[in-house]
């Protein structure tokens, strides 16, 4: 098996992982599914920031396993979940890096949602 390159954030490809002010709430098909005032932000180089969002903040009944995986040389090994709302399934509506490398390290316990899957709204208050 070939090993993976692993990368270092850098001044040229920064990452900054902050807590995100406010409430964050996620809604499929107009269905809440994730509320938190305890999200990360991730910025990554000109990437667009990146809602983190704690796993225990998502519920339970409208998530289930993908078999999707993926790969990021700055993040480690990255797993997904379909969000199923009434008879409606979103697939790969989120990742996870459940054992992120230890620049990220932060983001462990936190999933993220893909905007063009999911309606993320940040309230500042």
Same mark, same amino acid.
């Given at each position: 098996?070939?090993? /993976?390159?692993?990368?270092? !954030?850098?001044?040229?490809?920064?990452?900054?992982?902050?807590?995100?002010? =406010?409430?964050?709430?996620?809604?499929?098909? =107009?269905?809440?599914?994730?509320?938190? /005032?305890?999200?990360?932000?991730?910025?990554?180089?000109?990437?667009?920031?990146?809602? $983190?969002?704690?796993?225990?903040?998502?519920? !339970?009944?409208?998530?289930?396993?993908?078999?999707? /995986?993926?790969?990021?040389?700055?993040?480690?090994?990255?797993?997904?979940?379909?969000? *199923?709302? =009434?008879?409606?399934?979103?697939?790969? &509506?989120?990742? *996870?890096?459940?054992?992120? $490398?230890? &620049?990220?390290?932060?983001?462990? =316990?936190?999933?993220?949602?893909?905007?063009?899957?999911?309606?993320?709204?940040?309230?500042? *208050?």
């Amino acid at each position: 098996m070939a090993t /993976r390159e692993v990368k270092q !954030p850098t001044a040229q490809h920064p990452i900054t992982i902050t807590p995100t002010e =406010g409430r964050v709430r996620v809604r499929i098909n =107009g269905q809440l599914v994730a509320d938190t /005032r305890a999200a990360l932000g991730l910025q990554e180089a000109n990437y667009p920031a990146v809602h $983190y969002i704690p796993v225990t903040d998502v519920d !339970p009944k409208v998530l289930s396993r993908s078999r999707s /995986r993926s790969y990021c040389p700055y993040k480690g090994d990255a797993g997904y979940y379909d969000v *199923t709302v =009434g008879n409606m399934a979103v697939e790969d &509506a989120i990742w *996870t890096y459940e054992k992120p $490398y230890p &620049a990220v390290a932060a983001i462990a =316990g936190h999933v993220a949602f893909y905007p063009n899957k999911a309606d993320i709204t940040v309230d500042p *208050t």
